[in-house]
T-cell receptor, first 122, second 117 residues
Framework: GAVVSQHPSWVICKSGTSVKIECRSLDFQATTMFWYRQFPKQSLMLMAT?????????EQGVEKDKFLINHASLTLSTLTVTSAHPEDSSFYIC??????????????????FGPGTRLTVT | QQQVKQSPQSLIVQKGGISIINCAYENTAFDYFPWYQQFPGKGPALLIA?????SEKKEGRFTISFNKSAKQFSLHIMDSQPGDSATYFC????????????????FGQGTILTVHP
């Protein structure tokens, strides 16, 4: 259980075009999904928090008009990179939050990550 | 205060040896500490996680040790295998509702582990 998929796994686009990346929770519903960006040999940087049915919350320094996030259903969030430029080339990873009951009857949550999408802008 | 500092940056271990990766945090509001394993070109996979009410958690060859007073936690990989070669990330988050950091993961810088056969 707790499988997250992303599509496409890699994409090459020309500078100035827009690219949409899909993130799906396959076997659970996720009211909250997260979008990360990772440069080679670096850690994951949180870009935004996507909440189903409401506007995404962006981290400081992330351009909301450039990285459009839509969380239209409990199993799907999309990230659209608008007017992409070579500096937007990166590995984009989504995660979905799942709630679980733990021992002691405590409701807890964990994040499960998708396989990532490699974006190359030429 | 949101940082999680991870060391070493890279680690080379012989097959069968013990791999140890350390993390330190500042934010005392953190109350959930997961470790993720990432292979090249793949997304991170949740390996093991611990809450601060326990000092150690073991799952198979993987053990987390947690020192609340020192605000440090570490991952031990026993009997390391070449298949364990990957990048490991520690992370921390707060599970208390409210506040801008709720539920968000703060990642360490990552450790590239190489296990030689």
């Amino acid at each position: 259980g707790a499988v997250v998929s992303q599509h496409p796994s890699w994409v090459i686009c020309k500078s100035g075009t827009s690219v949409k990346i899909e993130c799906r929770s396959l076997d659970f519903q996720a009211t909250t999904m997260f979008w990360y960006r990772q440069f080679p040999k670096q850690s994951l940087m949180l870009m935004a928090t996507s909440n189903e049915g409401s506007k995404a919350t962006y981290e400081q320094g992330v351009e909301k008009d450039k990285f459009l996030i839509n969380h239209a259903s409990l199993t799907l969030s999309t990230l659209t990179v608008t007017s992409a430029h070579p500096e937007d080339s990166s590995f984009y990873i989504c995660s979905a939050r799942i709630w679980r009951w733990t021992s002691g009857a405590t409701l807890s949550h964990e994040q499960y990550f998708g396989p990532g999408t490699r974006l190359t802008v030429t | 205060q949101q940082q999680v500092k991870q060391s070493p940056q890279s680690l080379i271990v012989q097959k069968g040896g013990i791999s140890i990766i350390n993390c330190a945090y500042e934010n005392t509001a953190f109350d959930y500490f997961p470790w993720y394993q990432q292979f090249p070109g793949k997304g991170p996979a949740l390996l093991i996680a611990i809450r601060p009410d326990v000092s150690e958690k073991k799952e198979g060859r993987f053990t987390i040790s947690f020192n609340k007073s020192a605000k440090q936690f570490s991952l031990h990989i026993m009997d390391s295998q070449p298949g364990d070669s990957a990048t490991y990330f520690c992370a921390a988050s707060t599970r208390r509702a409210g506040g801008t950091s709720y539920g968000k993961l703060t990642f360490g810088q990552g450790t590239i582990l190489t296990v030689h056969p």
